[in-house]
């Protein structure tokens, strides 16, 4: 007689979603991710992973997918001032091949994501997950593990997990109460440029090499730039964050596709380093969005269902964590859930739910507050002061080793 099937069923196929689908592949499981987007295209933009998160797809043996698709491998961070000196100057440490801090095209990661996830390799454990386009998730019974979809449709698993982002429909099922994104006081400028483009402007080379594989934060006056290359140095990705009282249009867009003005951008950096505003000029394009996190939820869990990624804990981009947190997560459920080889029970699924929570919710709460805390001075979470320095930062973020070990470390303090 052929063993019941372990369902899985994931909301959401964005990095959160495709990494969970990836991480839980295995033998007599059955995982399907609903995706409410038609085409499953991502917008051009860069996504970092720092060491955390590619030490974990290097352990699930994703290091040879990642590879071809592009990624720049960062040395460090180094930060200037706004007159364009450079005042500090972070390595990263290289202690464990496979796990650099690397820059990604965002779509070239969410291709290897997908590939890893959805591709019927044989090398890959189990069968491949399927995704389902449009396919909007509107609500859920968490006690059963159904979803309901926009157009009625009802989906079952034994264990559902909601990646639908930070404007998640899941979170009020899991959580009891509407919980919106916050915005956060802070708008965001997205430049992506060929890195060529820029090494043809001698006011830019003259003071900065674009193409050198560092991460470079220029900071003053309450604003800041965060830059570096990406696709193997082929392109160079900007963001820069303006406070929104020192905003010159209004950002209230929720959407990463919406255009800003380079006017605009230009006088809010009026007093910075020409050679800063010469990257600025040479965009074909210019993306602008408020930028929205969440404060710490009550919980992710509920039943057989639970939130990750930004569902769960969306956070500032300042510290370049968003997407490797999304991976802890995974990682965590892979590892709470790798000894199911049956059909399990809603029991077995909310402890082994409820013991993911625990292991992540201190660590990504804390992460939240930090990258708050490098926007705007003066952050505390849950009455508690934040103030790791950088260094500090990279220690905490980027030795991690996995739920597990992490589990262990914190029942032994």
């Not at 961070?77 to 095209?105: C, K, M, T, W």
């Not at 193997?232 to 209004?250: C, I, K, R, Y």
Request: proline share 5%; glycine share 8%.
């Amino acid at each position: 007689m052929r063993q019941p099937v372990f369902e899985i069923v994931i909301i959401g196929g964005g990095i959160a979603g495709l990494a969970a689908a990836a991480g839980l592949r295995g033998p007599g499981r059955s995982i399907t991710i609903l995706e409410q987007s038609s085409q499953h295209r991502e917008i051009g933009a860069a996504i970092s992973l720092q060491q955390n998160a590619s030490s974990i797809l290097a352990k699930w043996g994703l290091s040879d997918i990642l590879r071809r698709y592009k990624g720049s491998r960062d040395h460090g961070f180094r930060v200037y001032n706004a007159q364009g000196e450079r005042v500090r100057e972070i390595p990263l440490s290289r202690d464990a091949p496979d796990a650099d801090r690397v820059v990604y095209h965002r779509v070239d990661l969410l291709d290897a994501l997908k590939e890893a996830a959805l591709s019927p390799d044989s090398e890959r454990p189990g069968p491949p997950a399927k995704l389902r386009l449009s396919s909007r998730t509107v609500s859920c019974d968490c006690a059963a593990g159904s979803v309901t979809l926009e157009d009625g449709t009802v989906i079952t698993g034994d264990l559902v997990i909601a990646a639908d982002g930070i404007h998640s429909n899941l979170r009020k099922c899991v959580t009891g109460t509407h919980t919106e994104a916050t915005p956060t006081g802070i708008s965001a400028y997205r430049i992506v440029v060929p890195t060529e483009t820029l090494k043809q402007d001698p006011d830019i080379t003259n003071a900065f090499d674009p193409a050198e594989t560092w991460t470079s934060m220029v900071m003053g006056f309450d604003r800041r730039v965060i830059m570096g290359p990406c696709r193997e140095g082929s392109l160079f990705s900007v963001v820069a964050l303006v406070p929104d009282e020192h905003m010159h249009e209004t950002s209230t867009a929720k959407s990463w596709t919406t255009q800003g003005s380079l006017e605009h951008l230009l006088e809010s950096f009026d007093v910075f380093a020409p050679w800063l505003k010469s990257i600025f000029k040479s965009s074909p394009s210019l993306g602008l969005w408020q930028l929205r996190d969440l404060d710490p939820l009550p919980t992710w869990t509920k039943g057989r269902v639970i939130l990750i990624g930004d569902a769960a804990h969306a956070m500032l981009p300042t510290m370049g964590q968003g997407a490797s947190q999304s991976i802890e997560d995974a990682e965590a459920l892979q590892a709470f859930f790798d000894d199911v080889l049956h059909k399990p029970t809603a029991e077995e699924v909310g402890d082994r739910l409820r013991e993911t929570f625990m292991c992540r919710y201190e660590r990504a709460s804390l992460i939240q507050a930090y990258s708050r805390q490098q926007a705007q001075p003066a952050t505390t979470q849950n009455g508690k002061s934040v103030t790791l320095d950088p260094v500090q930062f990279q220690e905490y973020s980027c030795k991690y080793k996995g739920a597990r070990e992490w589990a262990a470390q914190r029942a032994v303090c």
